[in-house]
């Protein structure tokens, strides 16, 4: 027997596979029309898709983390900017040229 | 009237024109939905979730593909994400109906049908979900790779891949497929 027959075959065995019942119109027309009015008059609350609520997390727990550090960072610790000294001639660039 | 009228007129706010979209199109909604979760409350619940959210959509329709093919896309992501969440959550899903349904149907070749329906269940999401569309719906190639959002290709090859699978799991019946 070729595959495509035994295709056709499996196509006609599978027509029974998690066969439908009447399809209930009615029923699931007031579903649909009492469910529509429940969420209109519902308010509207923002719900987060799973990888937006992991990266929501992600971002929260690293800006703790930034403030944690600044808080907790010795003061002083920070390297010094070398400044330049009051002394130092303002002029003598001027002056060379 | 034409699907673009039925259309602008449920975008008016029209409920009968609301209720003729649905009409047109619940059938065909409810059976995929059945047809995938085999559960009759799953797929109440899945062809509910699709025409609500088309309703809600229907601004966002723009028209290059059939409106029964936008449909389809709805509905195959609410019961596809749907069945995902059950699996996830790990709930056992109930088929008693299910089996209660289709078991008129086995007394012809019962140890084929049941091992064919398992070999189905065992198939992996896109190949059932193509499976299922195209050789149990009906559903044309261009409408599954629209509504799994895949090329026409794809679908062709997971369909080829899907009866490979199936002939390869009931091949130990290879005498019994012509009676």
Known sequence: MTDDRIDQRLRELARDYHRPPAVPREELWARIVAERARRRAAPRVLALRPWLRWGLAAAAVLVLGIALGRLTAPVGSSPRRRTAPASWPTGSRRRST | ?179
Request: aromatic content about 8%; overall charge negative; hydrophobic content about 45%.
């Open chain 2, 1 to 179: 009237m034409d699907e673009r009228e039925l259309i602008a007129r449920v975008r008016a706010g029209d409920g009968l024109a609301e209720r003729a979209l649905y009409d047109a199109h619940v059938d065909r909604v409810f059976r995929l939905a059945y047809r995938l979760a085999g559960d009759d409350d799953l797929a109440r619940d899945f062809t509910q979730e699709t025409f609500i959210r088309a309703f809600e959509r229907l601004d966002s329709f723009r028209g290059e593909a059939a409106l029964s093919t936008w449909l389809y896309t709805i509905a195959t992501t609410v019961t596809l994400n749907g069945l995902r969440k059950l699996k996830r959550r790990g709930r056992e899903i109930e088929l008693d109906h299910a089996a209660e349904v289709a078991g008129g149907a086995r007394h012809a070749e019962p140890d084929l049908k049941t091992r064919l329906y398992a070999a189905i269940d065992a198939l992996s999401e896109k190949y059932r979900t193509v499976f299922v569309m195209h050789d149990v719906e009906g559903y044309t190639h261009e409408e599954i790779a629209t509504a799994l959002r895949v090329e026409v290709g794809t679908s062709k090859a997971q369909l080829s891949r899907a009866r490979a699978k199936l002939r390869a799991a009931l091949a130990d019946f290879a005498g019994d497929w012509i009676t």
